[in-house]
């Protein structure tokens, strides 16, 4: 127990600086209801039949999409309905509470935990396993079409075939590129698409050579790239519960790609997080990002450069065929103390379930994309966003998320971006070979699972 918590406090700091997911400070705002009414400032369940508490973080991203259920189901469903929003300042905030009551030593109880709880993909199957007392499944029977959401984003929520999860937002991958500086390379967004990533290669180069500009960069302290450009290939890191990272012959070709990327100055490598984001991509050096489409603001804020930036799909090591891949994103979980069980699954299958008034709304204030196919498809979806050279960005990216592979996922998912990262490290900046390098990476990264 005690190397799982602390590994989940590692993770939870990591996570903690990213600015998709960011928050600060308490509940505010209207959210469909009277905030706070019935809800201990710290958790606990409502009290009252037509109140439920939430725990969320990022007062610009999931709580804005929460604020837009409450408003859709108190308006078309049922008038006295209030939503408390339970402000945390981070996605670990949720899991360290998690942690503590699941810990029989820790003098938790299961009365603070709130009616239900927005809690992140990559960690709920490891959370369910290790305290399967903490979660409702009641939504595995409710009305919801759950073949209208995307493959790879239910195997996060879903167990043994139980449905515990309601997803809100998708992290598909966008690779967005700035269209002028392509220009002036000789080249368009459609010889991004469906390239391979030794045609990326030859366009990085020679964007690199007419403007100074990469197309592509990775925060190398912890870097999402590698685990985007597996998922595009249907391969994992984990196979079978270990890692899968040493004689991988699909990482092999991918960290050499990344390798030759920095030797031809296609790839910058950052020190950190706050260097990819506002050194690199709001410092002016990218032609190009590749992320989960959480990153769009990020992009957004330098508003010298809109209608200068477009989005495709990303290359694939054999090329001809477009690649997808999902990178971040959480659900909403009823939790084993929601007090009124059946107002929480009808609430939730209502809006998230399938609302086009949630999603729609959800989407205008909060930049939360939907991984329900049929919600991605409305007018608002397909509206064109002027910093995207009038692009209908969403609808795209929208379709795409049912192309993503389902892959193998680990609650070490984290780690081991923290292994790879320093795998390429060494390759590019210590002198390391590749199976050197990955043979260490792997046998760190079995040690922190316990495995050696």
């Not at 469906?194 to 592509?216: H, M, P, Q, R």
């Not at 001809?320 to 009124?340: H, V």
């Not at 292994?419 to 590019?428: F, Q, S």
Request: hydrophobic content about 40%; some cysteine.
């Amino acid at each position: 127990m005690k190397k799982k918590v602390i590994s989940l406090m590692l993770v939870g700091a990591m996570i903690a600086s990213m600015g998709a997911m960011a928050g600060c400070g308490s509940n505010s705002g209207d959210n469909g209801g009277d905030a706070g009414s019935s809800a201990a400032a710290d958790g606990g369940a409502a009290t009252d039949e037509n109140t439920l508490t939430v725990m969320a973080w990022d007062p610009n991203f999931n709580i804005p999409a929460l604020e837009a259920a409450a408003a859709d189901y108190k308006a078309n469903v049922n008038p006295d309905f209030n939503l408390d929003i339970i402000e945390q300042s981070a996605s670990s905030d949720i899991e360290t509470l998690l942690t503590n009551v699941g810990s029989d030593a820790s003098g938790k109880s299961v009365s603070e935990l709130p009616d239900i709880t927005l809690f992140q993909d990559h960690y709920f199957k490891q959370y369910q396993a290790d305290y399967p007392d903490l979660w409702n499944d009641a939504l595995n029977d409710s009305d919801v079409v759950w073949d209208d959401f995307a493959a790879e984003k239910l195997d996060y929520s879903t167990v043994e075939g139980v449905h515990y999860g309601m997803p809100v937002d998708g992290g598909t991958v966008i690779a967005a590129y700035r269209t002028d500086l392509l220009e002036q390379a000789g080249y368009t967004i459609d010889d991004l698409t469906g390239c391979s990533w030794d045609e990326f290669l030859d366009i990085g180069e020679a964007v690199y050579n007419a403007t100074g500009k990469y197309l592509l960069c990775i925060n190398a302290d912890g870097n999402d790239l590698v685990y985007i450009m597996m998922q595009a290939e249907g391969q994992s890191q984990f196979a079978n519960g270990e890692p899968n990272i040493a004689g991988n012959d699909t990482l092999n070709q991918i960290i050499d790609v990344l390798t030759e990327a920095v030797e031809r100055n296609v790839l910058y490598l950052c020190n950190s997080w706050e260097d990819y984001t506002n050194q690199a991509i709001q410092g002016d050096m990218l032609a190009g990002v590749m992320n989960g489409n959480w990153i769009i603001p990020t992009i957004e804020a330098v508003e010298a450069n809109s209608g200068k930036w477009e989005i495709t799909t990303l290359p694939t090591l054999a090329g001809g065929t477009e690649g997808y891949a999902s990178n971040g994103g959480s659900s909403l979980y009823i939790t084993s103390n929601c007090q009124n069980v059946d107002l929480a699954v009808d609430f939730l299958s209502y809006t998230f379930g399938g609302s086009q008034e949630t999603y729609d709304n959800a989407l205008k204030d909060g930049g939360v994309v939907t991984t329900n196919t049929k919600c991605g498809a409305s007018e608002v979806y397909a509206e064109g966003v002027e910093f995207f050279n009038n692009q209908p960005i969403y609808q795209e990216i929208a379709s795409w998320t049912a192309n993503v592979p389902v892959i193998e996922q680990s609650d070490f998912h984290y780690k081991c971006r923290e292994e790879i990262g320093n795998a390429i490290i060494n390759i590019t900046q210590n002198g390391y070979d590749r199976d050197q390098a990955l043979e260490e990476a792997q046998t760190n990264l079995r040690f922190a699972m316990g495995l050696d």
